[in-house]
């Protein structure tokens, strides 16, 4: 079975950081690009950031551009999300997704992601 799971989240005061992780299993992870989503209480869900494996590319939403970092640990099948100088509109539920990384041409859109995990809450605080 495929299945992605998130983890990292917490309470944090604004300036601060945390580093989300996200572990897969069940399917050819090298082949796969990852991305984060992030959907606070009302809103949209967005397009955070987005790694790929072909060609190591990185892609991050303009929300959290200069802030958060993605990398990948192909031996460890997990992608994490660094996420630096958080800011209360942070604030929300992170999942990630996966799917094979030449599947898609615009990775922000939520449709192109076949496979979800669970979220996990990330809260900032002022």
């Known amino acids: 079975d495929v299945q992605l799971q998130a983890s990292g989240g917490g309470l944090v005061q604004a300036g601060g950081s945390l580093r989300l992780s996200c572990t897969a299993s069940?399917?050819?992870?090298?082949?796969?690009?990852i991305a984060w989503f992030r959907q606070a209480p009302g809103k949209e869900r967005e397009g955070v950031s987005c790694?790929?494996?072909?060609?190591?590319?990185?892609y991050y939403g303009d929300s959290v551009k200069g802030r958060f970092i993605v990398s990948r640990d192909n031996a460890k099948n997990t992608v994490y999300l660094q996420m630096n100088a958080l800011k209360p509109e942070d604030t929300a539920v992170y999942y990630c997704?996966?799917?094979?990384?030449?599947?898609?041409?615009?990775?922000?859109?939520?449709?192109?992601?076949?496979?979800w995990g669970q979220g996990t809450l990330v809260t900032v605080s002022s």
């Open positions: 997704a996966a799917e094979l990384q030449d599947r898609f041409y615009v990775w922000a859109l939520d449709y192109v992601w076949g496979y």
């Open positions: 790694i790929k494996n072909s060609d190591g590319s990185t």
């Open positions: 069940g399917f050819p992870f090298d082949d796969y690009a």
